[in-house]
């Protein structure tokens, strides 16, 4: 049973920190459901699953506009038309 179960969680094509995010907020659900029914649990549960979703695809959209093409090895600033805007003044 085991087998099948981590089958089915290969095919839906989750990463590593999608699993542990999901094994996490299972944890809390349990933890939650002595002081208040599972339906309510399991509610918030599956907010702060979206809620993180939201936070990490924000931050990682801005980070990929504040880096553009790169970063510049040697001062550190961004690349922009594959020419580093510090050290390749000409």
């Not at 999608?18 to 399991?42: Q, S």
């Amino acid at each position: 049973m085991f087998l099948s179960i981590q089958v089915n969680l290969f095919l839906l094509k989750f990463e590593r920190r999608d699993i542990i995010l999901i094994v996490g907020l299972l944890l809390l659900m349990i933890g939650l459901i002595p002081f208040m029914t599972p339906v309510y649990a399991a509610i918030i549960v599956i907010g702060v699953y979206f809620l993180i979703k939201f936070y990490v695809g924000r931050k990682s959209q801005l980070i990929k506009q504040d880096v553009g093409e790169g970063i510049c090895m040697e001062c550190g600033s961004k690349i922009i038309d594959k020419k580093c805007s510090n050290c390749d003044i000409l």
